[in-house]
């Protein structure tokens, strides 16, 4: 019985970890991780006597290992894939915000010497006009 015990917890721990990316997706729309293979298949439980009991036990057991090694093998993949995509988000961000500040920066430049060029002529005229 102490096994079935440790099976039981086991499942529970798996049930309770975290998808991979956090988000649900459409069904439509989900991503699968290929390079993973199938994900295994829960089996059928069967205790309707000892020894199906014991045998249903083994199948649980054998699922368990199979589907520990699939998440991982998923968690990995995905992990893999998402920092792929931000690390290319990063770089168009960064090569957009290069653009932007170039822009500023000039527009600053710009502000500066039409400052300094109206100051110089409200000097030479005495601040006469406007």
Not at 2 to 16: D, I, Q, T, W, Y
Not at 44 to 73: G, I, L, W
Request: hydrophobic letters at 40%; aromatic letters at 6%.
């Amino acid at each position: 019985m102490r096994k079935g015990f440790f099976l039981v917890c086991g499942v529970a721990v798996m049930a309770s970890l975290p998808t991979a990316g956090g988000k649900a997706q459409a069904a439509t729309t989900a991503w699968t991780a290929s390079a993973c293979g199938a994900e295994p298949t829960m089996p059928s439980m069967d205790v309707s006597s000892v020894e199906h009991y014991n045998a249903s036990v083994d199948k649980a057991t054998a699922y368990e290992k199979a589907a520990r090694a699939y998440n991982s093998c998923v968690a990995r993949t995905a992990n893999k894939e998402e920092t792929a995509i931000s690390n290319e988000a990063r770089e168009k961000i960064a090569h957009i915000h290069e653009g932007s500040a170039a822009v500023q920066k000039r527009i600053a430049a710009n502000f500066s010497r039409m400052t300094a060029t109206l100051k110089t002529g409200s000097s030479k005229f005495g601040g006469a006009s406007h």
